[in-house]
């Protein structure tokens, strides 16, 4: 049975004409890198994952996985699990590519140290602009609000955080330890957690701004997300991996948000301090190291 170098995974519910747009670039410019294509069909109710199955299905490096509405992070999950490669890179379904991209992102993995490589981001929608939304990303303030970071020339370098739109790791490392948190809520965060648990557990995360993925930046998302879930995340962020100190200024800083008294106690009542216990009693590097070393302002 084949093996590829690298699993591609794409979690995606009601693309529409994104999905196929985007394997096909992936298609396009995968040339040099033996990859498989998963494809983690998570609920869509909308035309998007049959036109890729007329159009790619009887491409062997592609593969459809039904999923049940999991949300991002389950679906990677997911995705991962099903994955035979050496690698695995997660992308989001509505990107363009350019050549070289995997080569790019899988060469800092030989570094045994690096856990976790991102690219740089550019609009989807100004097919000639320069990268403008960032590479990596930061917490602003203690609310855990998410900063793009500007690009910089030159090779692969650490970064604090990446978001969830793209992102490369060798394959047991995921499974081990940088697996998404089921405890997340739907969407939202997941990708900040995840990069924040490399370096904890000891590996550094990092971007390569050569590659350059053109993203839809959306303003909307094609399906229903509650708006407080999104703080339930941060929450539950805080409440896994921070002191009890920094974990209160968090708390404080978005006790006013609408329905953060019932997010606060949803998270009282999940498996967050069993968690909590589980990771304390792995990781290499504390928080406070993490936040000064990022000069991270939380």
Known sequence: MRTPSVSIVIPTRNEGDLLAFTV???FRTGDGVDFEIIVINDGSTDASVQ???????????????????????????LGASEATGHYVLFIDAHCQTPPGWLQGMLTPLADSSVGMVGCAFADLRDPFASPSAGAGCTWGSAALDMVWL??????AYDVPLLPGGCQALR????????????????????????ALRCWLMGYRVLVESRVVVRHLFRTNIPYAVNAGKLIYNRLRIAFVHFTPERCARVVDALKNVPQFS?????????????????WAARRKASDDWFFETFRIPA
């Open 24 to 26: 096909q670039w992936i």
């Open 150 to 155: 500007s690009p910089r020339a030159g090779v």
């Open 51 to 77: 036109k890729l199955f007329e159009l790619y299905g009887r491409d062997p490096r592609l593969k459809i996985v039904a999923g049940e509405r999991l949300g991002p992070g389950g679906a990677r999950n």
């Open 171 to 194: 394959r047991d490392d995921f499974l081990s330890f940088a697996y998404y948190d089921l405890g997340m809520s739907h969407i939202g965060s997941e990708g900040e957690e995840q």
């Open 262 to 278: 019932e997010q606060l106690l949803e998270l009282a009542a999940s498996d967050a301090l069993k968690q909590r216990a589980s």
